[in-house]
């Protein structure tokens, strides 16, 4: 700790700890008795004693690990290119591979977990990893006329894919053919992976009615009349783009790509309505985090997006400053959660309440990418973090750090 006062050789010093922690902010010759310069390798109790901090033990040997998760009693993560599971045993199995190799982002949804890194977007559901959503059918049925009894008139029809889930895709285009007396249809589905749903209106009609489901490539013939089921709700819907950071809140999943905030529609997270179903903010965005009653999102400052779902939500900025990407950890008994931001560590509950932690303790470095975890051992509960300076600030990082490290010398 500093010390204010000069001692004689004789004089003892009685240290009863230092309850305030480490301050990097105050001149060394300006700390409190009970403050430390710094702490390496100790924990500082509520009484303001230290006890030496336990070391750890390598679990993977490699390097490439750039994102992680915990989830349903294993570890999660990303290892150049390829997705991985550590089981509490030390056995680690590959689930996927053939990623581009870049940080990511995870969203348990249930037992699921949906995970993204701006350019793969996948889902493990079961211990199987498949896509994020269904494909978009690109191609329209093919239509063509044959004997039969239809009302006369002019027919429109769609196909989408389908997985055996019952989870549709999106379509694109209508195929139409105008039937005359005494003939029907005979409908060709396009290739495909999965099977395909048939949708055709009525004669002369605007609305697609769910007719068939059928394998791919097959077709199937309407002589005297066409069934009507449910109506098609995912004309010009595609795949949910995939984001840097995803999360889900309320009814929908949503996607950061860039500075555009994606959702997809409600219930429906594989599908997204791209001419919609998104919100633009004016820089990239950083930080994305639901709370109770909203989510927070960071780009040139923080947002909170208050309300029940993107029809209703009330955009306000709630802190003038950047945050750190995927620095998020959720708060132990809480709704909120923390991060690093360009003013050091930050609570964030719900309603937009946000807290500055550190701002007169320790300097606000300014993070681009961040890790942070809440470590609960021994009776004692602390945040651990560790944040990663942007290229171009790393020199200067390094020199103002070196200067808070120098301490005056006592004559």
């Not at 924990?43 to 070391?55: A, E, P, Q």
């Not at 896509?131 to 027919?155: D, F, I, V």
């Not at 889900?248 to 949503?254: M, T």
Request: with cysteine; net charge negative.
């Amino acid at each position: 700790g500093g010390l204010s006062h000069n001692l004689t050789m004789d004089e003892p010093l009685n240290i009863k700890g230092w309850p305030k922690g480490v301050n990097t902010v105050l001149p060394a010759e300006s700390l409190p008795d009970d403050t430390l310069r710094s702490g390496v390798n100790i924990d500082v109790l509520d009484s303001g004693k230290i006890r030496r901090r336990k070391g750890f033990t390598e679990v993977i040997g490699a390097s490439g690990i750039r994102s992680g998760i915990s989830h349903k009693g294993a570890i999660h993560f990303l290892q150049s290119g390829a997705f991985k599971r550590l089981e509490a045993s030390g056995v680690i199995t590959t689930l996927d591979t053939g990623l581009s190799d870049r940080y990511g982002s995870f969203c348990p949804v249930n037992d699921d977990l949906y995970f993204s890194n701006g350019v793969d977007f996948r889902l493990l559901r079961d211990g199987v990893v498949g896509p994020h959503g269904t494909p978009t059918c690109a191609l329209p049925p093919t239509l063509a006329r044959t004997a039969g009894a239809l009302p006369e008139g002019t027919y429109q029809a769609l196909a989408t894919y389908v997985q055996p889930s019952g989870e549709e895709g999106g379509c694109v285009s209508a195929a139409s053919i105008t039937v005359v007396a005494d003939s029907s249809i005979t409908v060709t589905a396009p290739a495909g992976s999965y099977d395909v749903n048939l949708y055709l209106t009525p004669p002369n009609g605007e609305v697609f009615y769910l007719a068939a489901t059928v394998a791919a490539g097959t077709s199937i013939t309407f002589t005297t009349s066409i069934p009507q089921g449910a109506a098609c709700r995912t004309q010009f819907c595609t795949p949910l783009p995939p984001g840097d950071l995803i999360e889900v809140y309320g009814g929908e999943l949503y996607s950061a790509s860039g500075n555009i905030l994606w959702h997809s529609e409600t219930f429906q997270f594989g599908l997204c309505r791209p001419s919609k179903n998104f919100f633009i903010f004016p820089s990239e965005i950083t930080l994305l985090k639901a709370t109770t009653d909203g989510i927070y999102v960071g780009s040139d400052a923080i947002y909170f997006l208050a309300g029940t779902g993107p029809g209703d939500f009330q955009q306000r900025p709630v802190l003038p400053t950047t945050a750190a990407r995927n620095s998020v950890s959720n708060i132990p008994k809480s709704n909120g959660f923390l991060f690093f931001s360009g003013r050091g560590v930050v609570t964030a509950m719900p309603g937009g309440q946000i807290e500055l932690l550190h701002d007169a303790v320790a300097p606000a470095d300014v993070f681009e990418h961040g890790a942070t975890v809440f470590r609960e051992q021994d009776g004692l509960t602390q945040m651990l973090g560790v944040g990663m300076v942007p290229q171009y600030a790393s020199g200067l990082v390094a020199m103002d750090f070196m200067e808070a490290e120098v301490i005056r010398a006592r004559s």
